[in-house]
Structures are given as structure tokens and as C-alpha cells.
């Protein structure tokens, strides 16, 4: 825990990029439900640390994805949800488990780890955008 590469978010940056916010939501919804039956721990708390951090992730994503076109690349996009899935799986923990501030002391080595970890994920999530058959998914952008 709290040192994750976060490889997981490399299927919600593709949902993203090939089909839309709602489709990338909806990929992180069936993970985190898929992962926590076949982990048991379905609505655990560590259940929704990671649907908080995974759906921050995905949304902040799509609002760099919108909002940077043009400007941010894919790995950019990606660091900024490795950002917002720490601070969001931190903030979760202060406000349902922890009820104390230390909890944010985490933040720096979190910061650190998610900058390279989120750039790693976004050239892997690009590498697999460029080796997809067209067949596949006729009209996804460029």
C-alpha cells in the first residue's frame, strides 16, 4: 500500500483517450468491484481508499484531457492522476480513518513515488494507443 505503480490506471487513461469520461468512469467502477470480490475485500475500507484515489484519478484526467489538448501529453495527463489519486486516497484516510493530520506526512513520499510511476503509466498507456489495430477501434483520435 501507498507505493503502487498504479498499472491499473493505464486501462482508465486508454478508456479515456478511445471512448470518454463516462466509459473510463465506468472501467474504474468494474476494477475496483472486480478486484475487491476477488481480493475480498469488497467495500472495505482499502475498497474505497482505491475507488477514491482510482475515480479522482480518472476524473482529473479527463479535465487535463479536455482542458490540456493541444498542450499536455499523454504522460503529463497521466503524472496529474497519479497526483490526484494520492491526494485523494489521503484525503479519504484523513476523513474516514485516520481523523488526524499526520496522515499527511505521507504526502511527499507519495508525490515523489507518483511523478515517475504516473509518467511510466502514461508511456506504456501510449505504447499500447500505438500498437491498437484500427480494426478494433475505427474512429478513436490521434
Do not use: Y
Not at 67 to 73: A, E, F, H, N
Amino acid at each position: 500500500p501507498w507505493a503502487k505503480i498504479g498499472l491499473a490506471n493505464s486501462a482508465t487513461l486508454l478508456a479515456l483517450l478511445l471512448f470518454g469520461v463516462a466509459e473510463a468512469a465506468s472501467v474504474v467502477t468494474a476494477r475496483q468491484i472486480l478486484a475487491g470480490v476477488l481480493l475480498g475485500h469488497l467495500f472495505a475500507p482499502s475498497f474505497w481508499l482505491g475507488w477514491c484515489g482510482a475515480m479522482a484519478a480518472a476524473g482529473a484526467m479527463a479535465l487535463a484531457f479536455r482542458l490540456g489538448r493541444g498542450i499536455l501529453g499523454l504522460l503529463s495527463i497521466s503524472v496529474i492522476g497519479a497526483l490526484a489519486n494520492n491526494l485523494s486516497q489521503l484525503g479519504a484516510a484523513h476523513f474516514f480513518l485516520v481523523h488526524h493530520g499526520a496522515v499527511w506526512w505521507n504526502l511527499p513520499l507519495m508525490l515523489i513515488a507518483s511523478v515517475p510511476a504516473g509518467a511510466l503509466i502514461g508511456w506504456m498507456t501510449l505504447l499500447a494507443h500505438d500498437h491498437l489495430p484500427r480494426r478494433l477501434v475505427p474512429n478513436r483520435p490521434r
